[in-house]
């Protein structure tokens, strides 16, 4: 799988590393649950999704990706 860098062009995944800022609910106050669900309950939205990802082996900056995940 490749990605695209706007600093850098096109390059293999394993040059970067995916970043996300978890969101969890309202309504979850314990601070186990909490811990829980920001590390294991990911969002798997269908469609279109934003993902921030972070270029380790090329210009280390972070950038915006929009990705399709219906194919």
Sequence with gaps: MKLTCPNCGTRSVEEFRYGEIPRVPDHITD???????RVFMKANAHGTTVEAWFHDFGCRRWF?????TRG
Excluded: G
């Design 64 to 68: 915006r990706l929009e990705r399709d």
């Design 31 to 37: 601070p186990d649950a909490r811990d829980l669900d």
